[in-house]
């Protein structure tokens, strides 16, 4: 893997890649990893799933959540992909972070099943229960609904300004390509394994 093999759109890249690992069998090709910092710089990790890829990396979430405390407060987040397949490659993204629109909160909620939607709204997600009763009845207590989006419900995207693109090679001598922001474009550059 070269400079020249890859995209100068590091966005283009990402979805080509996940294309790729998505096609070829890749379980979760969707899992990422986001880290966060609180505001005092204790760092969090936690696996989410993209659901957008274009200006920035998408996911949903509950902006009640411990992740959406750390970024309300710190707005930065790095993200990290691993796939096995097609090869076995990494891309790292890191940026910072903003809250999608409401309407594409909306949107994306109109996706989620009905289940899915009465368990966002049972749950208040990184708040300690009591037991899994609790959640059970808060459940139930919606019947079969189809629960509007609560506000405390939506998305965030990761706004880049580095990547790192990652691919195994013989003997651990791996191929990594690292993109930096650099006014409208990207700059290129390969990093030591
Ligand atoms: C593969 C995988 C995908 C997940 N996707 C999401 C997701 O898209 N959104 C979300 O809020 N939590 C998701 N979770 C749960 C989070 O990992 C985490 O438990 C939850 O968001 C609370 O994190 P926090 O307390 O750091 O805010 C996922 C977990 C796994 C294992």
Known sequence: MDVGDLDPDP??????WFGAARAAGETMPEAMCVATASRD??????????????????????????????????????????WRLPVHRQVRVRGTVARTTTEESDRYWATRP??????????????????????????AA??????????????????????????GRENRLHDRLRYLREGDGWRVERLSP
């Open 142 to 167: 919606l019947g079969d609904t189809e629960p509007a989006r609560p506000d405390r419900w939506g998305g965030y995207r990761i706004l880049p300004w580095a990547f790192e693109f990652w691919e």
């Open 114 to 139: 009905p289940g899915s939607r009465r368990s966002a709204v049972a749950s208040h997600q990184s708040s300690v229960v009591a037991g899994r009763h609790v959640l059970d009845a808060a459940v």
């Open 41 to 82: 710089g204790e760092p969090s990790a936690r696996y989410v799933l993209m659901r957008g890829l274009d200006e920035g990396v998408v996911f949903f979430t509950d902006y009640g959540s411990d992740k959406a405390r750390d970024v309300e407060e710190n707005p930065r987040a790095a993200a990290v992909f691993h």
């Open 11 to 16: 966005l283009r890249q990402l979805d080509e």
